[in-house]
T-cell receptor
Framework: SQKIEQNSEALNIQEGKTATLTCNYTNYSPAYLQWYRQDPGRGPVFLLLIRENEKEKRKERLKVTFDTTLKQSLFHITASQPADSATYLCALFNAGKSTFGDGTTLTVKP | NAGVTQTPKFRVLKTGQSMTLLCAQDMNHEYMYWYRQDPGMGLRLIHYSVGEGTTAKGEVPDGYNVSRLKKQNFLLGLESAAPSQTSVYFC????????????FGPGTRLLVL
């Protein structure tokens, strides 16, 4: 069966450092992969999309990589800030359906 | 634009009761989705719709029904609520599926006693 795994534990880093979140998948051939941010008590908010034929995507302090051979996506936040503290979800899409990972909770300490 | 709105924000039901959750979007999106999110877990797709008058099953459709009579509205019904349906329900919409951004509503917290 299809399976998506994100960092199994919460990630705590110091302000200014780079946060790296991992999304691994098995038994899946996604056409697209998206990353969302979710704050407590709120709905997810879209951050970035990367297609299967793209290796890397950037947006301001965010960078996403997509390795279909390793079946892995990495999500980087550079120069992290306390305001970046949230849960980050990866989502894979294929054949009209989406599958979300369980998310990784990031805490950036000042 | 209000984006995606959900009604109600919170509801408590007794086992066996029924209710309908309403999702509305004002972005003229074709696709709409209903997800549930349990504590510490990701979103699981319940049902989705690719256009007015059409619906399809997602990953966890049992115990739920949906209707899309108008393009801007997507209703999720629970015919006979069970404690296992205690969850936070999110609605989302997008122009297309997959490639396009999904815009999420604020969620409905449902407690079934």
């Amino acid at each position: 069966s299809q399976k998506i795994e994100q960092n199994s534990e919460a990630l705590n880093i110091q302000e200014g450092k780079t946060a790296t979140l991992t999304c691994n998948y098995t038994n899946y051939s996604p056409a697209y992969l998206q990353w969302y941010r979710q704050d407590p008590g709120r709905g997810p908010v879209f951050l970035l999309l990367i297609r299967e034929n793209e290796k890397e995507k950037r947006k301001e302090r965010l960078k996403v990589t997509f390795d279909t051979t390793l079946k892995q996506s990495l999500f980087h936040i550079t120069a992290s800030q306390p305001a970046d503290s949230a849960t980050y979800l990866c989502a894979l899409f294929n054949a009209g359906k989406s599958t979300f990972g369980d998310g990784t909770t990031l805490t950036v300490k000042p | 634009n209000a984006g995606v709105t959900q009604t109600p924000k919170f509801r408590v039901l007794k086992t066996g009761q029924s209710m309908t959750l309403l999702c509305a979007q004002d972005m003229n999106h074709e696709y709409m989705y209903w997800y549930r999110q349990d504590p510490g877990m990701g979103l699981r797709l319940i049902h989705y719709s690719v256009g007015e008058g059409t619906t399809a099953k997602g990953e966890v459709p049992d115990g739920y029904n949906v209707s899309r009579l108008k393009k801007q509205n997507f209703l999720l019904g629970l015919e006979s609520a069970a404690p296992s349906q205690t969850s936070v329900y999110f609605c989302a919409s997008s122009y297309l599926t997959g490639e396009e951004t999904q815009y999420f509503g604020p969620g409905t917290r449902l407690l079934v006693l």
